[in-house]
């Protein structure tokens, strides 16, 4: 069993930064890759980011490289997602996401445990 915490979501104008936490808490939580997600209003939820946790592979989704980076700090059992040069079509609800897969997926269904999101709001 994986719990998964995000926080750090709020309202902030277009090209600010916000940063996502996700406390990640289980016996083996060390063997899953890890991931950010986000749905916006009458949108199907879509991958933005993923880690693994030993190794730290990370893949990103093209919308969001090179303004998103996920990290994560393995001894506190925490993974970011920091977000710079926001746009208003990053307003979502962005959920972390922890899945048994090896490496980095974007597919949605592969991820099992989810937490209850956090709002971005970027206003223009």
């Known amino acids: 069993q994986v719990q998964l915490v995000e926080s750090g979501g709020g309202l902030v104008q277009a090209g600010g930064s916000l940063r996502l936490s996700c406390a990640v808490s289980?016996?083996?939580?060390?063997?899953?890759?890890t991931g950010w997600f986000r749905q916006a209003p009458g949108k199907e939820r879509e991958f933005v980011a993923a880690?693994?946790?030993?190794?730290?592979?990370?893949r990103h989704a093209d919308s969001v490289k090179g303004r998103f980076t996920i990290s994560r700090d393995n001894a506190e059992k925490t993974m970011y997602l920091q977000m710079n040069s926001l746009k208003p079509e990053d307003t979502a609800v962005y959920y972390c996401?922890?899945?048994?897969?090896?490496?980095?997926?974007?597919?949605?269904?592969?991820?099992?445990?989810w937490g209850q999101g956090t709002q971005v709001t970027v206003s223009s």
């Open positions: 880690i693994a946790w030993i190794g730290g592979v990370a």
């Open positions: 289980g016996r083996t939580f060390s063997r899953y890759v």
């Open positions: 996401a922890a899945s048994s897969v090896v490496l980095p997926s974007k597919t949605l269904d592969e991820y099992r445990y």
